[in-house]
């Protein structure tokens, strides 16, 4: 059942009052539970680049790039490109915060290929605007939609013109594949720039999905519905860690959990929370609500709260697609992955993991020999 107001709000009380646990002192002893991704990046021995991108609508957001691995010196050549986009309330340092032989980022880049992490919009690193602060209302007014057809165009054209290449691979988490089906299938000229799309963990519609997250259908009561902006990041403080350590008891690395809390979860918007209790309302395969009204008073179309929203058609999208779902995924339900595969018009190749959770996908210690490989055999494939 939904949560109430009243129980979200005494939920809430609790998780900012909870008492401080070991994990807490342990951020000062471990280097990567206190760095950003660029820091994280250097820390194992890798080179690191970070830029800003401007937005078709006036966001500046983050790219961090590993451009070669530790045995790829410059002189080999241009390497393939890969881009990792991150999920719900995640932020790009989740693909390398794992020790090297465990991390995706790090993995791709010693196998020869130039990595990119993207940061959406409204994450601590994509916080500026070319004419809105932070601290501003206005600045929070985007959804999933914006991110997908504003960052990921803005972030993968600046990729191709930065490398000189003419296709790249994409390799999306979560939400992370949301934003990369929205943009690929109303968009053909950016989805001819995916040589592979590598879909893990897809939440796409939630109709069987466990997920707190996927319970705030009371955000679409009239009372709420004023909440149409505002930045969502009432657990981003490190003080918060003794609340956010129950999130991963099922992540198979549990000596890092200080490393996975000090970074998640991190920023997003009260209008992305609503999109997403709307298509938990829903409850039909691939139903994402677009929620963009028809105003022209805007230089970007504004997410609203619309009655019947229109869908988007997954079915049209052109890019070669490989899938992965896991058995144990509270947010991602393997039956709600089953139900866009049919609509997948490219489906390349579908793995199930009986035993995974949401998390193992990027921080499974199994992942690398599970899933990482069946990655670069795919990309080696294509080449």
């Known amino acids: 059942a939904a949560a109430s107001p009243g129980e979200f709000c005494n939920s809430l009380k609790v998780v900012l009052n909870g008492p401080m646990t070991w994990a807490i002192k342990l951020l000062k002893l471990i280097p990567s539970a206190n760095c950003v991704t660029n820091q994280i990046i250097c820390h194992r021995g890798y080179p690191s680049e970070e830029y800003e991108v401007l937005t078709r609508d006036g966001y500046y957001v983050s790219l961090n790039r590993i451009p070669y691995g530790r045995p790829n010196p410059r002189n080999r050549g241009p390497n393939p490109v890969v881009f990792l986009q991150h999920g719900l309330l995640g932020e790009g340092s989740h693909w390398v915060e794992n020790l090297s032989n465990n991390s995706l980022g790090f993995i791709l880049a010693d196998s020869g290929y130039d990595v990119w992490l993207g940061n959406s919009r409204g994450t601590s690193w994509s916080q500026r605007h070319q004419h809105l602060s932070a601290d501003q209302a206005e600045f929070w007014d985007f959804s999933f939609h914006e991110m997908a057809m504003y960052d990921l165009p803005a972030m993968i054209n600046f990729i191709l013109q930065k490398t000189g290449q003419k296709q790249i691979y994409y390799i999306g988490y979560s939400q992370g594949c949301t934003i990369a089906f929205i943009a690929f299938s109303s968009m053909p000229e950016l989805a001819q720039k995916i040589k592979l799309f590598f879909a893990l963990a897809p939440v796409v519609t939630v109709?069987?999905?466990?997920?707190?997250?996927?319970?705030?259908?009371?955000?679409?009561?009239?009372?709420?519905?004023?909440?149409?902006?505002?930045?969502?990041?009432?657990?981003?403080?490190?003080?918060?860690?003794?609340?956010?350590?129950?999130?991963?008891?099922?992540?198979?690395?549990?000596?890092?959990?200080?490393?996975?809390?000090?970074?998640?979860?991190?920023?997003?918007?009260?209008?992305?929370?609503?999109?997403?209790?709307?298509?938990?309302?829903?409850?039909?395969?691939?139903?994402?609500?677009?929620?963009?009204?028809?105003?022209?008073?805007?230089?970007?179309?504004?997410?609203?709260?619309?009655?019947?929203?229109?869908?988007?058609?997954?079915?049209?999208?052109?890019?070669?697609?490989?899938?992965?779902?896991?058995?144990?995924?509270?947010?991602?339900?393997w039956r709600d992955i089953r139900l866009l595969l049919p609509r997948i018009a490219h489906l390349v190749t579908y793995s199930h993991m009986p035993d995974w959770n949401h998390w193992d996908f990027i921080w499974g210690l199994d992942a690398p020999a599970r899933l990482y490989s069946s990655i670069l055999e795919l990309m080696e494939g294509s080449q």
């Open 207 to 333: 109709k069987h999905a466990r997920s707190p997250i996927m319970k705030l259908s009371f955000l679409l009561d009239r009372q709420f519905k004023t909440l149409q902006v505002g930045d969502c990041s009432m657990l981003s403080s490190p003080k918060h860690a003794s609340a956010r350590k129950g999130i991963f008891e099922c992540v198979s690395l549990q000596t890092r959990l200080d490393v996975y809390t000090s970074h998640y979860p991190d920023r997003t918007s009260v209008k992305t929370m609503i999109h997403w209790a709307q298509v938990g309302l829903c409850g039909v395969g691939t139903c994402w609500l677009a929620a963009v009204d028809n105003s022209s008073s805007s230089s970007k179309p504004p997410v609203s709260l619309q009655e019947t929203p229109p869908l988007y058609h997954v079915e049209e999208m052109p890019v070669p697609t490989a899938v992965w779902s896991g058995g144990q995924d509270w947010a991602a339900d």
